[in-house]
């Protein structure tokens, strides 16, 4: 095994080989506990590395705090059965709030989605969130998304408008196509799709093909 690796070596540095590093400090526990964060969207192999430190060695009360969050969360935390937001009951804090308007529903893919749309203020409807859009590439079919429960409200006639809040992308379009054809024929539900358009503030010669593109389609009257 090479103590010292070959790059530092030419530079006349005493830096460990790779090999030392996972000999010093890579115990099976310690690589387990990094697999696992390195799934973690957003985590690279360092970041994980960095983060199993920092919970091990530096902050051992932080481990332990976050592990009961963890066994917390995951034993109260649950879709909503209604839209598949995040509840701790059966419904979500939106579709349990007597002042939203439940004849319009805002599908979206995920719940971070939702939250962006809450976060502008400017909706004051339902939602119902897909987990996910069709995606025959990543092996993703209608049976994959929370489209049941969609198919419910809508045989239940609550449904007056639909407002389609997907990708504007190939798949979010296959996503809103097969949704419409899968409404029912006997009732007349208003679909919209958001308009996808150019960012407050940017300038048009800024924006890119498919966002001008977007934005011609999604033109409005004025006046
Ligand atoms: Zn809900």
């Not at 119902?128 to 859009?133: D, M, T």
């Not at 407002?163 to 504007?168: D, E």
């Amino acid at each position: 095994m090479r103590l010292v690796a070959e790059t530092g070596a030419e530079h006349g540095v005493a830096v460990l080989s790779p090999e030392w590093l996972l000999f010093y400090f890579m115990t099976p526990a310690f690589e387990k506990l990094q697999q696992q964060l390195k799934q973690l969207p957003g985590l690279g192999y360092r970041s994980a590395e960095r983060i199993a430190l920092h919970l091990l060695v530096e902050k051992p009360a932080q481990l332990t705090a976050l592990v009961t969050a963890l066994e917390a969360a995951s034993r109260s935390v649950r879709r909503c059965e209604r839209c598949g937001n995040l509840a701790e009951g059966d419904v979500c804090g939106i579709c349990a709030d007597e002042r939203r308007d439940r004849s319009v529903v805002c599908v979206v893919e995920h719940v971070p989605d939702l939250v962006a749309l809450e976060r502008s203020g400017a909706y004051r409807g339902s939602y119902h969130v897909l987990h996910g859009k069709l995606s025959p590439i990543h092996g993703v079919g209608p049976d994959q998304l929370n489209l049941a429960a969609l198919q419910a409200r809508l045989a239940a006639g609550e449904v007056a408008e639909l407002i389609l809040a997907l990708s504007n992308d190939v798949e979010g379009e296959a996503t809103c196509h097969y949704l419409t054809e899968q409404l029912p024929s006997e009732q007349a539900v208003k679909v919209t799709r958001i308009g996808f358009g150019l960012p407050s503030g940017g300038g048009v010669h800024y924006a890119d093909s498919i966002t001008l593109k977007s934005a011609l389609d999604g033109r409005r009257s004025y006046s």
